[in-house]
């Protein structure tokens, strides 16, 4: 799980500072189908996605050792 800098639970939500690190032209995750915007969430990293992944500085197009399951990088339909 990737520690996040900014994390605080108010009134059941949770706010964090993933979207300082989210790279919306750089990342595999804007355009995967696996990929909830509104939540940041992937199935594969259920704790938190890695800052590489979400910065586009790494891609998920095989299977990673620090991820859940087998989900990879899929483009949306």
């Known amino acids: 799980m990737t520690k996040r ?3 605080e639970k108010i009134q059941g939500s949770i706010l964090d500072d993933r979207h300082e690190v989210f790279n919306l032209y750089g990342s595999q995750c804007a355009v995967c189908k696996h990929f909830v915007m509104n ?3 992937c199935p594969a990293y259920p ?3 890695p800052d590489q992944l979400l910065d586009g500085s790494e891609k998920h197009n095989k299977l990673r050792p620090d991820q859940t399951g087998s989900t990879t990088f899929e483009p949306e339909d």
């Open 39 to 41: 939540d940041y969430y």
């Open 5 to 7: 800098l900014y994390t």
């Open 47 to 49: 704790y938190g996605i």
